[in-house]
């Protein structure tokens, strides 16, 4: 019996991630419920003129959705690196490129896919304008990938550490904070009715870059990891 | 070229080697930096606009150039220790992030002192002072990254790994800082004036950059002295050196 | 199950050299294991069996000197299950992260069958015993047709009929032209012969 190829290997991971990710569903949950709680804080904190809140909209959405994105992004290797199953990986034939691509995307298909696809109702709870929900739920499906793929970069890099969780922030926020800027621009632009376009081309390229080069990254940090 | 790269990977070899460089790069890099310090805080003409102020930049500008420079060496070193596997430039690069990230404290320490009775305030969201405040997030990362390991093997692996992603992002957070700037440029001031510097401001300016690099250099062979003695403490050259260190 | 020639070299390691901490685990150690071997690696505790296995199979690539060659595929189980505790023992078997083959679900029966887990097919592998763990990993020897088994104690957490039953396996494994290298404390009884490599002596006969 001849092993599975790359492609048919990354789909049967991508099976095997999905469903852990719905026989706990509560995982899923949980980066929703902390967006909608954190977006709740902004009214209290800033005030709740709706004028003032329709201001900070853009970058507050983006803000709690980057935050909530790598909350998330810590579990990505981590049961998988105290079970043993990660060693098993590594040591499959098929390349890991494409094996840390199939865990990056099942990672944003229960995050960042939802996240976006839940963000329209607190957009109209912040003031949004309404033009601008199309931009949000569009740079947030591409800019949630793109923050997937830099987070699993410091989720190998930090499997193998105890206290991981913190160190995760300080590595991999400074590496967010462009698409932070071009995903929250993107939003303000069409509040202010410029085109989106450019931004959200921008945020594509990025995500380009990233699909090619990130998961290098996470391949040789996993294999430091479980060498550590 | 092969036998030298070999010697590289020796610790007792670069440890002499890095002594030897010290001994002369040390007392020059003291004198580039008081003669700089002297020519450039005494003997240059003052500003016509900012007065006696401006003279800061003897110190912010060498800072904020090496600080990035520094960067670019430690993730080289990094790249040399992934793809040869060479111990040494671990070590390098390891030595490398706490110099650098110093040196970016001091080019936003110096900005902000700079800042307060140019700009009449102490911190602006300008383009630049953003870049050099990620920049110093960068570093500290690697510190961070490197002092969670207890196996200071695969931290150093790992700290390349996370000095190469780095490198990479330099350039793109660079670029979309510098964009964002103008898109919000509120609060505007202009950072850099059009006027050219005068040559009698420039050569010492040219001489502190000059002596900042060597500082560093000298910081970064330093440390790495330190870093090897830490590392081989159990290895025979340490234990001989050691005993030789009593004895004198 | 194919059958492969006995006496061909499927790994080689050649002057491995091991240091922790400043002590010297093993040095220069080299040997070549071959179709049709069995091979257990002895020691005290701490004696580097565990750092020896992952190096053979690739998992350690720093801190060590030394090569290996590895020449046909192989298969790998550590300490841990690498068993997921909310998939049952099918789903794990199926959807395995170590790139096997793709197993039908006959086989997959069949195999939990002869380990003893029949009937524990759908349950949440969660549920079992970790000895029941031990077992499902058991099933992927049987399942896949990797020449090389690189076990790290096996027998732990396995009742006594299940260390017969390894024991039987791991003979009829190599008699099929397998190898297989494992460290236990516990003495093999099996129909073949066992060459032993003791990490505080070295290699023996």
Known sequence: MTPPGAVQFC????????????????EIGNPLLFFAMVVALFPLGLGPTPETLAGFAPGVLWI????????????????????????????????????????????WLTTGLLLAAVSPVFALMLNLPAQAIVAL??????????????????????????????????????????????????????????????YLAILGAMLCLAIALAPLAMAAGLRISIDA | MWPIFHKFGSPPWLYAIAGAILRWLLPIT??????????????????????????????????????????????????????WRMKMADVAMKAAAPVGAALTFVALFTGAIWGKPTWGTWWVWDARI??????????LGVVALYEAFDNKEAAGKACAVLSLVGMVNIPIIYKSVDWWYSLHQGASIKFTGETSIHPSMLYPLLLMIAAFYALFTCALLLNMRAELLQREQRTQWVQKLLSKDVVN | MPTRDSGVPVLAARSLCLERGGRELFRELSFTICAGQLWQIEGANGAGKTSLLRILCGLSRYGFTGQVERF??????????????????????????????????????????????????????????????????????????????????????????????????????????????????????????????????????
């Not at chain 1, 049961?79 to 098993?88: A, H, K, R, T």
């Not at chain 3, 190898?179 to 490599?197: I, P």
Request: one cysteine or more; proline letters at 4%; aromatic letters at 8%.
């Open chain 3, 72 to 205: 046909a595929p192989l298969l790998y189980l550590g300490h841990q299950s690498a068993l997921k505790a909310l998939l049952t023992p099918r789903e794990n078997l199926a959807f395995h992260v170590s790139g096997e083959g793709c197993y039908g679900d006959e086989q997959i029966e069949s195999a939990l069958a002869r380990v003893g887990l029949y009937g524990y097919e759908d349950v949440a592998s969660h549920t079992l015993s970790a000895g029941q763990h031990r077992r499902v990993n058991l099933a992927r020897l049987l399942l896949s047709d990797a020449t090389l088994w690189l076990l790290d104690e096996p027998f732990t957490a396995i009742d006594k009929a299940g260390v017969d039953e390894l024991q039987a396996l791991l003979a009829s494994h190599v008699a099929g032209g397998g190898a297989v290298v494992m460290t236990s404390h516990q003495a093999l009884d099996v129909s073949c012969d066992v060459r032993y490599l003791n990490l505080g002596t070295g290699l023996a006969a």
């Open chain 1, 11 to 26: 789909i049967r991971l991508l099976r095997r991630q999905l469903l852990l990710a719905v026989r706990r569903p509560l």
């Open chain 1, 64 to 107: 709690t959705a980057l935050l909530s994105n790598l909350l998330t992004s810590d579990a990505v290797f981590r049961s998988d690196f105290e079970d043993g199953s990660l060693e098993q990986l590594l040591l499959a034939p098929q390349p890991l490129f494409m094996s840390v691509l199939a865990y990056i995307g099942a990672h």
């Open chain 1, 137 to 198: 739920v569009a740079s947030l499906l591409i800019g949630t990938a793109l923050l997937s793929l830099i987070g699993g970069i410091g989720a190998a890099l930090t499997v193998g550490l105890k206290r991981g969780g913190m160190l995760i922030s300080l590595l991999i926020l400074p590496l967010y904070m462009p698409v932070l800027i071009f995903g929250s621009a993107a939003v303000q632009a069409a509040v202010g009715g410029f085109p989106v376009g450019p």
């Open chain 2, 30 to 83: 003291l004198l580039a930096l008081v003669t700089g310090m002297v020519w450039g805080l005494l003997f240059t003409p003052s500003e016509n606009v900012q007065g006696n102020s401006y003279r800061i930049i003897y110190i912010h500008v060498p800072a904020a150039v090496v600080a990035l420079a520094g960067y670019y060496v430690m993730a080289l070193a990094g790249a040399v220790s992934l793809i």
């Open chain 2, 130 to 139: 953003t870049s050099m405040l990620i920049l110093l997030f960068l570093y």
